[in-house]
């Protein structure tokens, strides 16, 4: 749908061209205007013969210029049934999710409040109060640290929700997921723990039948991926990864691109993460209140590789150690293949080989700061090179590179034609097309970063996995991907980031992983579905 708005406009002759009327007119007006007119005139010619060149450009490529990217399941049917959900691990992402199922602590309602006075421009409170109503009532909550699941209970019963919801009960706590779990209270679970939980977790909820909305990374290790994909594919349970750039207009209008052959023989595809702050590297808030007393310590080791004593660094900044999570690996580079993995639907790559070291944060984790891995799809005669620093926040962006275009996805798209070209030889002869100028610019309702501050924040909006855009509003990506989810429990189908997609992704990340900590190359045998 455009958002151009509609004039109403003088009748024209049958089979006449208002657009060429109206701009010959202007044109021969101006030519009487001696200084300015000549100006004007020569102005408006180029940006008719610049306008006839990228329709002719976009008619060839059969990309359509205006209008959203269509995007599979958008358009969600009016909440029926009321689905009750339980929450597992609320720190900030798990707030982030429960707040983009419509329940925002009341903490980021005063916030955003003040925010807005500040600056009108602000949109965090209009997103969230604009929201659909996803009809559904949060009856549990469950988290190791006290604060932590206090501050979900209160968001649950927060009387600011979208578009007039309901109020919703205080949501009883649980102090034990399984206790959740067999409570008979929750139809569906979201998963935010940290990632050494994911998998344990996940099987539990799909041999109970509850239905399971999953933050990535899948797993922390290639066995638990095994184990939880064979697990939801016995089940009868809709299982949803938390991919927010499977919602991202940008994205699925790659997916036309490519469809398209705009690009021609693509050989290279490069994914970065640049980020260059503490909070980037994971070097996260200690709690005041946090303590052996409020932390349920014992509990959240269970899972974890190796046991060691209590520690608050390990508690909040988990992502730094390899008992937890896989650093670089599970949280970044899971977004950048998932996003190449939407777009040209690769699967697992056939090799991997990863480097990289603990250079700058030298402050006791063991996952690394700086990261390269090298895959290879020797049967698609392409490689994907992802690399990563968090000592540096110059942004590098995602490229697709084809023999004819190179193609960059981020919150918006472009693509510009290849010096080189085959397909566009003649026509970067004529000058139709500037190699130096992109060809074609996708922009959906873009008007910049606004309300991100932090470097952190801007590297995910820049990439569209904060919020997105539908018929030039912007909207949360988070919302459109529980959305998704709760759509297919109640009416069926599959969502976006299935267990299909969830598996490639862990696969291919745990490759990289492997191949770092073994120093080797590895590669995917598919008939026995194992990394060797």
């Known amino acids: 749908m455009s958002d151009e708005k509609k004039t109403d406009a003088p009748a024209q002759p049958a089979g006449g061209d208002s657009n060429n009327i109206s701009r010959r007119g202007v044109l021969q007006g101006l030519v009487s205007v001696p200084v300015l007119g000549v100006f004007a005139y020569n102005v408006l010619k180029k940006k008719a013969r610049d306008e006839a060149k990228k329709k002719a450009i976009l008619s060839e490529l059969g990309v359509r210029e205006g209008g959203p990217a269509v995007i599979p399941n958008a358009i969600s049917k009016p909440p029926s049934r009321k689905i009750r959900l339980g929450i597992i691990g609320v720190g900030g992402e798990g707030e982030s999710l429960l707040r983009h199922a419509g329940f925002a602590h009341p903490d980021f309602i005063k916030n955003a409040r003040e925010a807005l006075k500040k600056n009108p421009g602000d949109k965090q409170l209009e997103v969230y109060v604009n929201q ?11 988290d190791l640290f006290d604060v932590r699941a206090q501050r979900a209970i209160d968001a649950t019963k927060v009387d600011v929700r979208p578009q007039g919801a309901a109020a919703n009960p205080p949501a009883r706590r649980f102090r034990r997921y399984t206790d959740m779990l067999s409570s008979g209270e929750v139809d569906a679970v979201i998963v935010a723990t940290p990632d050494h939980w994911h998998a344990q977790i996940v099987q539990d909820a799909a041999a109970a039948g509850i239905h399971v909305y999953c933050e990535k990374a899948l797993t922390r290790t290639e066995e638990q991926a095994h184990a939880v994909y064979d697990a939801i594919k016995k089940s009868k349970v809709v299982f949803q990864l938390g991919h927010q750039n499977r919602q991202s207009e940008s994205h699925n209008k790659a997916r036309e691109v490519i469809a398209a052959n705009v690009l021609g023989p693509i050989a290279l595809v490069e994914a970065t993460t640049n980020r260059n702050s503490p909070w980037g590297a994971w070097v996260w808030d200690i709690h005041k209140d946090g303590n052996p007393t409020t932390i349920d310590w014992a509990q959240f080791e269970e899972q974890a590789a190796h046991k060691v004593p209590f520690s608050l660094e390990r508690f909040f900044r988990w992502r730094c150690w390899y008992d937890y999570g896989t650093g670089l690996a599970g949280d970044l580079l899971s977004h950048e293949f998932d996003g190449v993995n939407q777009i040209l639907q690769l699967g697992i790559p056939h090799s991997c080989v990863a480097t990289g070291g603990v250079y700058h944060f030298t402050d006791g984790r063991d996952v690394p700061d700086v990261f390269q ?41 472009s693509v510009s034609a290849d010096g080189e070209s085959t397909r566009y030889k003649q026509k970067l002869v004529d000058g139709v097309i500037d190699a130096s100028q992109p060809m074609f610019t996708y ?25 997105t855009y539908r018929g030039g509003r912007r909207m949360s990506a988070y919302h459109l991907m529980i959305q998704e989810w709760l759509d297919v429990i109640r009416n069926g189908g599959e969502t976006s980031c ?35």
């Open 373 to 413: 891995a090298a895959y290879e799809y020797p049967d698609r005669k392409l490689s994907f090179v992802y690399s990563a620093t968090l000592a540096n926040g110059y942004d590098r962006g995602l490229k697709l590179m084809g023999h004819d275009a190179t193609m960059t996805v981020g919150g918006t798209l």
């Open 132 to 142: 659909e109503d996803l009809n559904v009532v949060f009856t549990g909550v469950c």
């Open 443 to 467: 922009r959906p309702g873009f008007k910049g970063i606004d309300a991100v501050t932090s470097a952190t924040m801007q590297y995910f909006a820049s990439r569209g996995l904060l919020f």
């Open 498 to 532: 299935n267990i299909e997609r969830a598996y490639e992704e862990a696969i291919t990340c745990h490759m990289a992983t492997r191949s770092y900590l073994d120093g080797r190359r590895v590669t995917w045998d598919p008939a026995a579905r194992r990394i060797v």
